[in-house]
């Protein structure tokens, strides 16, 4: 993905921030499954190091994570979605980011959780993706991604009545895996759900896949000192 692509992205999530969390931020209330997977997540990871919110938006799942016990900071390309997480959740560190090259050490973090993070990446970026959270992930660590699933590619030029101009992606779970796999990572169990309603969310089909880097865990010293 070039350096134009994703000053887009950028752009496009800075002029919704706000819009953004109105809706989005309590959305895991209404959401049974994925409160199931992000406590068996914390509860996997608990006090075994840092965990990284992945393309954190205004901050939803760092603060459920941070709710359940977990070590959490957020981690987003746009810099008004960073402000706007501060503000909602000013216990948890956010920084900006870019997932293709993460500005931090190897062996860093004992988990990511990265829900709906690849939305706006193609697939030829999704190789570089993985193998950045392979980097940086102790031996052990776990990573829970969630995306919509799908083979469409599908383009918009407003949200919420706001200009915006980049491709949303869905992606079909067998391929995922393999793009896992290939960065190095072992695939523990993928789940898969219907949408919940229309009010709740888009109308698509969601995936979650934990996978593990190979190794026993090795706690290493907070990425938040």
């Given at each position: 993905?070039?350096?134009?692509?994703?000053?887009?992205?950028?752009?496009?999530?800075?002029?919704?921030?706000?819009?953004?969390?109105?809706?989005?931020?309590?959305?895991?209330?209404?959401?049974?499954?994925?409160?199931?997977?992000?406590?068996?997540?914390?509860?996997?990871?608990?006090?075994?190091g840092t965990v990284c919110d992945m393309g954190?938006?205004?901050?939803?799942?760092?603060?459920?994570?941070?709710?359940?016990?977990?070590?959490?900071?957020?981690?987003?390309?746009?810099?008004?979605?960073?402000?706007?997480?501060?503000?909602?959740?000013?216990?948890?560190?956010?920084?900006?980011?870019?997932?293709?090259?993460?500005?931090?050490?190897?062996?860093?973090?004992?988990?990511?959780?990265?829900?709906?993070?690849?939305?706006?990446?193609?697939?030829?970026?999704?190789?570089?993706?993985?193998?950045?959270?392979?980097?940086?992930?102790?031996?052990?660590?776990?990573?829970?991604?969630?995306?919509?699933?799908?083979?469409?590619?599908?383009?918009?030029?407003?949200?919420?009545?706001?200009?915006?101009?980049?491709?949303?992606?869905?992606?079909?779970?067998?391929?995922?895996?393999?793009?896992?796999?290939?960065?190095?990572?072992?695939?523990?169990?993928?789940?898969?759900?219907?949408?919940?309603?229309?009010?709740?969310?888009?109308?698509?089909?969601?995936?979650?896949?934990?996978?593990?880097?190979?190794?026993?865990?090795?706690?290493?010293?907070?990425?938040?000192?």
């Amino acid at each position: 993905m070039d350096d134009d692509a994703t000053q887009s992205i950028r752009e496009s999530y800075d002029r919704v921030a706000n819009e953004y969390a109105l809706r989005i931020f309590n959305e895991l209330q209404h959401k049974p499954l994925d409160r199931e997977l992000l406590n068996r997540f914390a509860n996997e990871i608990a006090g075994r190091g840092t965990v990284c919110d992945m393309g954190c938006g205004p901050g939803q799942v760092a603060r459920y994570l941070r709710d359940a016990g977990t070590t959490v900071f957020g981690l987003d390309l746009s810099p008004q979605m960073i402000e706007t997480a501060r503000r909602l959740n000013p216990d948890i560190s956010f920084r900006e980011g870019n997932m293709m090259t993460l500005d931090l050490d190897d062996r860093t973090l004992a988990g990511i959780a990265a829900f709906y993070a690849i939305v706006n990446i193609p697939k030829e970026s999704l190789p570089l993706v993985f193998r950045e959270m392979e980097r940086v992930l102790q031996p052990g660590g776990l990573l829970l991604l969630a995306f919509h699933t799908g083979d469409e590619v599908v383009q918009e030029k407003e949200l919420w009545g706001r200009p915006i101009s980049m491709d949303f992606f869905l992606f079909r779970p067998s391929a995922i895996r393999r793009y896992i796999e290939a960065a190095g990572l072992g695939i523990e169990e993928t789940v898969e759900r219907g949408p919940y309603a229309p009010e709740v969310e888009y109308q698509s089909r969601r995936a979650y896949i934990f996978a593990r880097k190979p190794g026993p865990y090795h706690k290493g010293s907070s990425v938040l000192q």
